[in-house]
Protein backbone atom coordinates (compact mmCIF):
# COMPACT_ATOMS: atom_id res chain seq x y z
CA UNK A 1 0.00 0.00 0.00
CA UNK A 2 1.68 3.29 -0.77
CA UNK A 3 2.10 5.56 1.64
CA UNK A 4 -0.14 8.64 2.18
CA UNK A 5 1.40 12.36 0.65
CA UNK A 6 1.91 14.97 3.37
CA UNK A 7 0.76 17.51 1.30
CA UNK A 8 -1.23 18.34 -1.93
CA UNK A 9 1.42 20.25 -2.99
CA UNK A 10 5.04 19.78 -3.33
CA UNK A 11 7.18 21.72 -1.18
CA UNK A 12 9.29 24.42 -3.14
CA UNK A 13 12.77 23.82 -3.30
CA UNK A 14 14.87 24.28 -0.44
CA UNK A 15 16.59 27.39 -1.78
CA UNK A 16 13.30 29.09 -2.54
CA UNK A 17 12.01 28.42 1.38
CA UNK A 18 15.28 30.24 2.43
CA UNK A 19 14.47 33.19 0.71
CA UNK A 20 11.12 33.44 2.35
CA UNK A 21 12.92 32.92 5.32
CA UNK A 22 14.86 35.98 4.52
CA UNK A 23 11.96 37.75 3.18
CA UNK A 24 9.76 37.36 6.36
CA UNK A 25 12.45 37.99 8.87
CA UNK A 26 13.37 40.99 7.51
CA UNK A 27 10.05 42.31 6.93
CA UNK A 28 9.04 41.89 10.56
CA UNK A 29 10.08 44.20 13.54
CA UNK A 30 9.18 41.47 16.10
CA UNK A 31 11.29 37.95 16.31
CA UNK A 32 9.13 35.19 14.95
CA UNK A 33 8.82 31.16 16.23
CA UNK A 34 8.92 28.08 14.07
CA UNK A 35 4.79 27.61 14.19
CA UNK A 36 4.50 31.95 12.88
CA UNK A 37 7.05 31.46 10.00
CA UNK A 38 5.47 27.59 9.52
CA UNK A 39 2.22 29.47 9.08
CA UNK A 40 3.59 32.31 6.47
CA UNK A 41 4.93 29.39 4.26
CA UNK A 42 3.23 27.22 1.87
CA UNK A 43 2.35 23.73 3.06
CA UNK A 44 5.19 21.23 3.14
CA UNK A 45 7.95 23.87 3.84
CA UNK A 46 10.60 23.07 6.59
CA UNK A 47 11.12 26.12 8.22
CA UNK A 48 13.52 24.88 11.00
CA UNK A 49 15.98 23.18 7.94
CA UNK A 50 15.69 26.70 6.31
CA UNK A 51 16.70 28.51 9.20
CA UNK A 52 19.64 26.24 9.45
CA UNK A 53 20.78 26.92 6.08
CA UNK A 54 20.35 30.90 6.70
CA UNK A 55 22.02 30.44 9.95
CA UNK A 56 24.99 29.19 8.41
CA UNK A 57 25.03 31.56 5.48
CA UNK A 58 25.11 35.11 7.42
CA UNK A 59 27.95 33.77 10.06
CA UNK A 60 30.80 36.28 10.31
CA UNK A 61 28.02 38.42 8.25
CA UNK A 62 27.53 41.86 9.11
CA UNK A 63 24.10 41.33 10.03
CA UNK A 64 23.29 37.62 11.38
CA UNK A 65 20.66 35.29 12.11
CA UNK A 66 20.07 34.87 16.24
CA UNK A 67 17.63 33.06 18.24
CA UNK A 68 16.22 34.65 21.30
CA UNK A 69 14.43 32.35 23.38
CA UNK A 70 12.21 30.21 21.10
CA UNK A 71 11.81 33.02 18.20
CA UNK A 72 14.39 33.82 15.49
CA UNK A 73 14.97 37.46 13.95
CA UNK A 74 18.02 39.31 11.96
CA UNK A 75 20.17 41.56 14.37
CA UNK A 76 23.01 43.23 13.36
CA UNK A 77 26.49 41.27 14.31
CA UNK A 78 27.58 41.82 18.25
CA UNK A 79 30.92 43.62 17.22
CA UNK A 80 29.90 45.93 15.33
CA UNK A 81 27.11 47.30 17.83
CA UNK A 82 29.47 50.43 18.08
CA UNK A 83 28.67 51.66 14.56
CA UNK A 84 24.87 52.17 15.80
CA UNK A 85 25.40 53.68 18.92
CA UNK A 86 24.81 57.61 17.55
CA UNK A 87 21.54 56.37 16.55
CA UNK A 88 20.77 55.72 20.46
CA UNK A 89 19.54 58.50 22.21
CA UNK A 90 19.89 58.01 26.12
CA UNK A 91 17.36 60.19 27.91
CA UNK A 92 16.78 58.72 31.27
CA UNK A 93 18.24 55.94 33.09
CA UNK A 94 16.98 52.82 35.46
CA UNK A 95 17.00 53.56 39.26
CA UNK A 96 19.54 51.33 41.06
CA UNK A 97 16.31 49.91 42.99
CA UNK A 98 15.09 48.83 39.68
CA UNK A 99 18.50 47.72 37.96
CA UNK A 100 19.00 45.41 41.39
CA UNK A 101 15.55 44.06 40.62
CA UNK A 102 15.04 43.16 36.90
CA UNK A 103 19.39 41.54 37.66
CA UNK A 104 17.75 39.51 40.27
CA UNK A 105 14.50 38.68 38.27
CA UNK A 106 17.13 37.69 35.40
CA UNK A 107 19.61 35.93 37.50
CA UNK A 108 17.28 34.08 39.51
CA UNK A 109 14.17 33.68 37.78
CA UNK A 110 11.04 32.40 38.56
CA UNK A 111 11.69 34.75 41.48
CA UNK A 112 8.95 35.64 43.71
CA UNK A 113 8.85 39.42 44.90
CA UNK A 114 9.38 37.76 48.82
CA UNK A 115 12.72 36.10 47.59
CA UNK A 116 13.42 39.41 45.35
CA UNK A 117 13.28 41.33 48.58
CA UNK A 118 14.61 38.87 50.86
CA UNK A 119 18.04 38.99 48.03
CA UNK A 120 17.90 42.90 48.23
CA UNK A 121 17.48 43.03 51.76
CA UNK A 122 15.21 45.54 51.70
CA UNK A 123 11.31 45.85 50.36
CA UNK A 124 10.70 46.56 46.68
CA UNK A 125 7.76 48.69 45.88
CA UNK A 126 4.90 47.61 43.92
CA UNK A 127 5.91 50.48 41.34
CA UNK A 128 9.11 48.93 40.24
CA UNK A 129 7.71 45.72 39.48
CA UNK A 130 4.83 47.61 37.68
CA UNK A 131 7.01 49.83 35.77
CA UNK A 132 9.77 47.05 34.79
CA UNK A 133 6.33 45.12 32.93
CA UNK A 134 5.11 48.31 31.58
CA UNK A 135 8.69 48.19 29.56
CA UNK A 136 8.21 44.76 28.58
CA UNK A 137 11.52 43.83 30.70
CA UNK A 138 9.92 41.39 32.79
CA UNK A 139 6.64 39.53 32.62
CA UNK A 140 4.31 37.04 35.28
CA UNK A 141 5.46 33.77 35.65
CA UNK A 142 3.41 30.35 36.75
CA UNK A 143 2.09 30.94 40.43
CA UNK A 144 4.53 28.80 42.92
CA UNK A 145 2.66 25.72 44.63
CA UNK A 146 3.52 27.07 47.93
CA UNK A 147 1.01 28.55 50.68
CA UNK A 148 -0.29 31.68 48.84
CA UNK A 149 -0.01 30.52 45.92
CA UNK A 150 2.89 33.45 44.80
CA UNK A 151 3.16 34.89 41.79
CA UNK A 152 6.86 35.03 39.76
CA UNK A 153 8.76 37.20 37.30
CA UNK A 154 10.66 36.30 34.43
CA UNK A 155 12.52 38.20 32.16
CA UNK A 156 10.84 38.84 28.38
CA UNK A 157 12.01 37.85 25.09
CA UNK A 158 12.35 41.66 24.44
CA UNK A 159 14.93 41.97 27.83
CA UNK A 160 16.92 39.10 25.57
CA UNK A 161 16.66 40.79 22.41
CA UNK A 162 17.71 44.01 23.85
CA UNK A 163 20.84 42.70 25.00
CA UNK A 164 21.33 40.60 22.40
CA UNK A 165 20.86 36.71 24.69
CA UNK A 166 19.28 33.93 23.12
CA UNK A 167 18.08 32.70 26.72
CA UNK A 168 18.77 34.04 30.13
CA UNK A 169 21.36 31.04 30.73
CA UNK A 170 24.12 33.70 28.34
CA UNK A 171 23.72 36.33 30.56
CA UNK A 172 27.66 37.12 32.30
CA UNK A 173 28.88 36.37 35.69
CA UNK A 174 28.88 38.82 38.13
CA UNK A 175 32.80 39.47 37.52
CA UNK A 176 32.25 40.63 33.95
CA UNK A 177 29.51 42.85 35.07
CA UNK A 178 31.79 44.96 37.78
CA UNK A 179 34.29 44.67 35.01
CA UNK A 180 31.85 46.77 32.69
CA UNK A 181 30.95 48.95 35.48
CA UNK A 182 27.21 47.86 35.70
CA UNK A 183 27.04 46.65 39.18
CA UNK A 184 28.22 48.67 42.27
CA UNK A 185 30.31 47.30 45.43
CA UNK A 186 27.60 46.88 47.43
CA UNK A 187 28.25 47.22 51.33
CA UNK A 188 28.28 43.78 53.26
CA UNK A 189 25.19 42.53 54.54
CA UNK A 190 23.92 43.65 57.38
CA UNK A 191 25.65 46.94 57.24
CA UNK A 192 22.84 48.91 55.48
CA UNK A 193 19.89 50.43 57.28
CA UNK A 194 17.69 47.35 57.80
CA UNK A 195 14.02 50.11 57.67
CA UNK A 196 15.64 51.16 53.60
CA UNK A 197 13.04 50.84 51.49
CA UNK A 198 12.60 51.82 48.48
CA UNK A 199 9.51 53.34 47.92
CA UNK A 200 9.88 56.13 47.30
CA UNK A 201 12.17 55.46 44.39
CA UNK A 202 11.13 55.90 41.17
CA UNK A 203 11.84 53.57 38.76
CA UNK A 204 13.89 56.46 36.54
CA UNK A 205 16.31 58.80 37.66
CA UNK A 206 16.55 62.43 35.87
Not at 51 to 74: C, N, P, Q, S, T
Amino acid sequence: MAEPLDSLFEAPPMAEQERMIEAILFATADPMTLPQLAGRMPHGCDPATALAHVRKRYEGRGVVLMKIGDAWAFRTAADLGYLMQHEVVETRKLSRAAIETLAIVAYHQPATRAEIEEIRGVSVSRGTLDQLIELDWIRLGRRRMSPGRPVTFIVTSHFLDHFGLETARDLPGLKELRAAGLLENRPPPGTEDPDADDSQDDLFEE
